[in-house]
């Protein structure tokens, strides 16, 4: 099984040199930290940023310089800074090639949910539904199930969805699966997972290849 | 044109209960922090604010919850703000959640006269109940309008006589919009310098656009989330 940094290590290897990528709150910005050897991606972080560097040391935190998660951070060198409508214009343009963000749903064709629990929390939406009407290429990082053991990986959504039939990928802490043609496809299993165990904790239709590769870390 | 009124009180005659106002920034940073707390001493009441978020418990738009002078919020996220939150479950709050990109081109197209746009953000969502759908290239896009409001404050770093302001970094944010969208827009700064100061190849947001501007008298800038590394 795999930790939070797992998961993001193994969303890391989807990366591809060139591309501008917007991560997330949460796992999705701990991808940062695997790009792999050789290639080069920028960060776009939604505020208004496009080259995002690692967090400032200490003493050097800058009120006026943040990411989408309101945290301090630098910039690297050629970064430059827009407003939101320039912002959401390379997000709904498709200039920016990988979204990663984190989902508290997914069903099998593709939708999300991430931004309400009705009656209970209700934190909004940010930029994740725009995010996810436009880009081609989204990966949802998330646990396979909730703290009461329920699948969130689901044949349909039951909260109030982010975007609908947009999911192309999905990195747990038990698998990477695919979706398409209407249902997930178990393409890798985490280090130590049973396929049986991903079959078990999986709600929505899966399609289970004979061979399931484990993820190489 | 001289745009200076004198200090933030000068700033924000005219507003008055039951108006419209949007307030630039992301979280807390670049929010109009010395008009923010005008307002509190005003004491303005039945506000309807546009803005991207509602700051936190106690700062930034946070500060006019505690004390409820607004009655309908504008927003796309409004998490990290307990009282926000229990206002808004309690039907307190009228509240009006939105995608953040459409948020952003709504004001745009509110300050640049375009009434309404397709997008597919929200499409298949809450958001979209009740807005036209059509389809372009094969994607379904709905129809959101543009929004405007009767006063606009922005926060710059660099500010003219002339009106013209110069963002820093990501401070920028909705402010230049929101800037656009105003019958009346008010720019607080933190360095107000003579015109011809400012390099005119380097202005954000061209003077037309504001009609009051003045330095702030302080700047606390606070920071929401403190993430530093090791040296």
């Not at chain 1, 349909?156 to 975007?163: A, I, Q, R, S, Y």
């Not at chain 2, 920034?25 to 509190?40: D, K, M, R, T």
Request: hydrophobic content about 40%; overall charge negative; proline content about 4%.
């Amino acid at each position: 099984m795999l930790d939070k940094t797992g998961i993001a290590k193994r969303i890391a290897q989807e990366l591809q040199d060139g591309w501008y990528v917007n991560l997330g709150i949460g796992i999705p910005t701990l991808v940062a930290n695997y790009i792999p050897e050789g290639i080069e991606v920028e960060f776009q972080s939604e505020n208004g940023v496009l080259g995002m560097g690692p967090f400032p040391f200490e003493g050097e935190e800058d009120a006026d310089l943040i990411n989408a998660g309101k945290q301090t951070i630098t910039v690297r060198e050629g970064a430059s800074f827009f407003d939101s409508a320039t912002s959401f214009a390379m997000i709904r343009g498709q200039h920016v090639q990988l979204t990663v963000l984190g989902a508290m749903e997914v069903s099998q064709n593709g939708d999300i949910a991430n931004w309400k629990i009705p009656g209970k929390m209700v934190k909004g939406m940010g930029g994740a539904m725009d995010l996810v009407a436009s880009a081609d290429n989204i990966i949802v990082a998330m646990m396979h199930s909730n703290k009461a053991g329920e699948s969130k990986i689901l044949k349909e959504c039951t909260l109030p969805l982010t975007g609908v039939g947009c999911v192309k990928k999905v990195v747990t802490e038990l698998a990477v699966l695919e979706i398409k043609d209407g249902k997930f496809h178990l393409i890798e299993r985490a280090p130590g997972v049973s396929v049986e165990e991903i079959i078990a904790k999986t709600e929505g239709d899966l399609v289970v290849p004979e061979f399931v590769p484990e993820m190489q870390l | 044109m001289n745009k200076v009124v004198k200090n933030v009180e000068e700033a924000l005659v005219g507003i008055e209960d039951r108006m419209t106002l949007m307030i630039g920034g992301f979280g807390l940073c670049g929010i109009p922090e010395n008009s923010i707390a005008e307002l509190v001493k005003k004491g303005t009441k039945n506000l309807t604010c546009i803005s991207n978020n509602a700051g936190v418990d106690d700062f930034g738009l946070g500060l006019l919850l505690q004390t409820k002078q607004i009655k309908k919020m504008i927003s796309s996220y409004v998490g990290e703000n307990d009282e926000f939150e229990r206002q808004m479950l309690s039907g307190e709050l009228e509240v009006d959640l939105i995608p953040q990109g459409s948020l952003a081109e709504r004001c745009r197209a509110g300050g640049a006269g375009i009434p309404a746009f397709f997008t597919p953000a929200g499409y298949g969502t809450e958001v979209a109940e009740g807005k036209e759908v059509r389809i372009y290239n094969g994607k379904p896009h709905i129809l959101e309008e543009a929004l405007t409001a009767d006063f606009a404050i922005v926060k710059a770093w660099k500010g003219d006589t002339e009106g013209n302001l110069v963002f820093k970094a990501t401070a920028m944010n909705f402010n230049p919009m929101m800037a656009m969208a105003g019958k009346i827009t008010i720019a607080e700064v933190e360095e107000l310098v003579p015109a011809g100061q400012l390099d005119p190849n380097h202005i954000h947001t061209p003077g037309i656009f504001v009609q009051r501007i003045f330095q702030g008298e302080k700047f606390e800038k606070r920071i929401e989330q403190r993430t530093v590394r090791k040296r």
